[in-house]
């Protein structure tokens, strides 16, 4: 079974400055798909960035950026410039393939960013 | 687009009793999302649909719960016989299919006492 680690459980940051969230996960599958989403405390989930495991090119969003490495199992979130409205809850998550049968995403257990003023 | 609206987004229950949530996804999309959230934890992947078809159950989702999504338009997850252990947020999400974007709504915490 897929299982995706998030060892940070919070990390704290200056308005401004980068920070970098770390994800491991484990499978066996070549193909699959790798997420970050944010929680606010509206609770509603919301989709910051998305990487297909065939890309070798790393995924960019305006002020989010990964690090995606592939032999590692590793896909961290890059933030610069942090924003206020950036804190939130951040969640790592792992997609099988289409056709692979499970549709789910397997989430990590999260990352609490609190931005200081 | 009015994104996806859950209904009630506070449920709480006494042990034992039955409850039932609602969803409504996104209008144009065709695959329906269930997740349980844990204090502290990820969502959970509980269900999904295409369309009106349940495609795939977890592991989680005991022969207490079931879910339904009639006409392929509104789902509702309903659990029998709550247990305290049902305690949890319960999260929708919506998508076009593929791998498209999931679109979450705010979700339903259930408290059971």
């Known amino acids: 079974a897929q299982t995706v680690t998030q060892s940070q459980p919070e990390m704290s940051v200056q308005e401004a400055e980068t920070v970098t969230l770390s994800c491991t996960y484990d499978?066996?599958?070549?193909?699959?798909?790798l997420f970050w989403y944010k929680q606010p405390p509206s609770r509603q989930m919301i989709l910051v960035i998305r990487q297909e495991a065939y890309k070798q090119q790393n995924a960019t969003e305006n002020r989010f950026s990964v690090n995606f490495q592939k032999a590692a199992k590793s896909f961290s979130l890059k933030i610069s410039d942090s924003q206020l409205g950036d804190a939130a809850m951040y969640f790592c998550a792992y997609r099988r393939p289409t056709g692979g049968g499970a549709d789910g995403l397997t989430f990590g257990k999260g990352t609490h960013l609190i931005i200081q003023p | 687009d009015t994104g996806v609206s859950q209904d009630p987004r506070h449920k709480i229950t006494k042990r034992g009793q039955n409850v039932t949530f609602r969803c409504d996804p996104i209008?144009?999309?065709?695959?329906l999302y269930w997740y349980r959230q844990t204090l502290g934890q990820g969502p959970e992947f509980l269900t999904y649909?295409?369309?009106?078809?349940?495609?795939?159950k977890s592991r989680l989702l005991s022969d207490r719960f079931s879910a339904e999504r009639p006409k392929g338009s509104f789902s509702t997850l309903e659990i029998q016989r709550t247990e305290q252990g049902d305690s949890a947020m319960y999260l929708c999400?919506?998508?076009?299919?593929?791998?498209?974007?999931?679109?979450f709504g705010s979700g339903t915490q259930l408290s059971v006492l």
């Open positions: 499978t066996s599958e070549s193909d699959y798909y």
């Open positions: 209008s144009e999309h065709n695959r």
């Open positions: 649909f295409q369309n009106e078809a349940q495609l795939e």
């Open positions: 999400a919506s998508s076009t299919g593929g791998v498209g974007k999931l679109f």
